[in-house]
T-cell receptor, first 114, second 113 residues
Framework: GENVEQHPSTLSVQEGDSAVIKCTYS??????FPWYKQELGKGPQLIID?????GEKKDQRIAVTLNKTAKHFSLHITETQPEDSAVYFC?????????????FGRGTQLTVWP | AAGVIQSPRHLIKEKRETATLKCYPI?????VYWYQQGPGQDPQFLIS???????DKGSIPDRFSAQQFSDYHSELNMSSLELGDSALYFC????????????FGPGTRLTVL
């Protein structure tokens, strides 16, 4: 199956700075890569995603880039705010169908200091 | 907007007891996924259903079973509970033929004593 690796495991930034989280995947057939934000005691919330036919996608302060050749994708958060503090998970969808399971990275605990 | 509903939100059981977790997907979503998340871990896929049929199976113990009903809600049945089953259990839903987005519910926190 797919193997997703995520770095760093913890990230601390000052409010207003940028944060970057990187993931790699193993299965070149994977074609959908979502990012989830999980606050303590809550379910993962989809914040942005990208398909394999796109290299970059942006939504306000959040952007995701994908390098299919290198099999890695990254989450970029600009102008960070304390409410961005949470655990962020990258994921890759199992190949083959829309119904495929998600394989998650181990998560990044982001802390934004005011 | 309507979200995925899970019940109960918290559940405390003794070892060897049984538990039933329920998931109500977003309206019109026909596909349901179950994930297990241990403390400080990433979610691990257990099982999924599409149109009431099992569509995929992951690392779900034989002690667990699940099904999807005609109204698309799903139930995860867990028997002979073990201490190691203590975790957050998430349900996610998706509309087949749509984009790819899986939307997660708030989870059920199961504690086995």
């Amino acid at each position: 199956g797919e193997n997703v690796e995520q770095h760093p495991s913890t990230l601390s930034v000052q409010e207003g700075d940028s944060a970057v989280i990187k993931c790699t995947y193993s299965d070149s057939a994977s074609n959908y890569f979502p990012w989830y934000k999980q606050e303590l005691g809550k379910g993962p919330q989809l914040i942005i995603d990208i398909r394999s036919n796109v290299g970059e996608k942006k939504d306000q302060r959040i952007a995701v880039t994908l390098n299919k050749t290198a099999k890695h994708f990254s989450l970029h958060i600009t102008e960070t705010q304390p409410e961005d503090s949470a655990v962020y998970f990258c994921a890759a969808k199992d190949r083959g169908s829309t119904l495929g399971r998600l394989y998650f990275g181990r998560g990044t605990q982001l802390t934004v200091w005011p | 907007a309507a979200g995925v509903i899970q019940s109960p939100r918290h559940l405390i059981k003794e070892k060897r007891e049984t538990a039933t977790l329920k998931c109500y997907p977003i309206p019109r979503h026909d596909t349901v996924y179950w994930y297990q998340q241990g403390p400080g871990q990433d979610p691990q896929f257990l099982i999924s259903f599409y149109e009431k049929m099992q569509s995929d199976k992951g690392s779900i113990p034989d002690r667990f079973s699940a099904q999807q009903f005609s109204d698309y809600h799903s139930e995860l049945n867990m028997s002979s509970l073990e201490l190691g089953d203590s975790a957050l259990y998430f349900c996610a839903s998706l509309i087949a033929g749509g984009y790819n987005e899986q939307f997660f519910g708030p989870g059920t926190r199961l504690t086995v004593l």
